[in-house]
C-alpha cells in the first residue's frame, strides 16, 4: 500500500514539474541555450550599435563558447579570428598591435569580432538595407563564413542574389550550413532572451539604429 502511494505521490510532482516548465517556457529555452559572456556581448553590441543576439550566434557556432580554441586553420578565441584578419582589423579599426597577443582574452575577442562584423555590414550595405532580417544575417554570416570577397564576387556575378531563400546557390557547402546554423541560434536567442535583455523588436540587427537599453559602453 505504501509502495503505491509513493508512486502516486511521484506522479503528482512529476505533473507538477512538467507544469511547471510548460508555463515557464522562455526559461526553459534559457537553460537550453545559455548565452555565455553576456556582459562582454552587450557591451559590445553597444559600441557598434549591433544586435547582440547575432554576435552569440557567431560565437556559439564558431567556437560554442570556447575561448582557447584554435582551429587547424588558425583561428584563434570565441569569434575564431584568423591571424590575417586580426592584423587587417588593427590596422583598419586602429587597435593597439597589443590585441594580437590576447585574442584569447573574452572581451577582446568579442571586440574584434563585432568590429569585423560591423564592417561586413558597411561593405554590403547596399545589398541588404532593402531585405529582411533574415537575407541581411545571411549575407553578414556567408561573409563571416566565406570572406567578403568571395560574398561580393557572389552577388556582383549574380550568383547568389543575397536571398535566404536562394542559399542553394551558394557554391560552398559549408557556408550554405552555416548560415542555417547562425539564423538557427539568432531566433533561439532573440526568442528566449529579448524580454529579460530589454531589447524591443525595433532594435534588431543593423543596417541602423541601436540595440535598446544597451550597457555602458566601454572595452577597448
Sequence with gaps: MKFFQRKSVLAVLLILFVGVLFSN???????????????????????????????????????????????????????????????????????????????????????????????????????????????RIAVIAAAYNAGPGNVANWLDTRQWDGRLATVGQIPFGETRHYIQRILYYYKKYSSFYSEVWGISAEAKIKVSGKPANSPTAQHL
Design 25 to 135: 517556457s522562455d526559461w526553459v529555452g534559457r537553460v537550453l541555450y545559455p548565452i555565455k559572456y553576456e556582459q562582454d556581448i552587450r557591451i559590445s553590441a553597444a559600441n557598434f550599435q549591433l544586435d547582440p543576439f547575432l554576435i552569440a550566434a557567431i560565437i556559439r557556432v564558431e567556437s560554442n563558447y570556447k575561448t582557447d580554441l584554435r582551429s587547424k586553420k588558425g583561428a584563434i578565441g570565441l569569434m575564431q579570428i584568423m591571424p590575417q584578419t586580426a592584423d587587417w582589423i588593427i590596422e583598419q579599426g586602429q587597435f593597439s598591435d597589443m590585441i594580437r597577443d590576447q585574442l584569447e582574452i573574452p572581451a577582446i575577442n568579442i571586440e574584434v569580432g563585432t568590429w569585423y562584423i560591423d564592417s561586413l555590414l558597411k561593405q554590403f550595405d547596399k545589398h541588404i538595407k532593402l531585405k529582411t532580417e533574415e537575407d
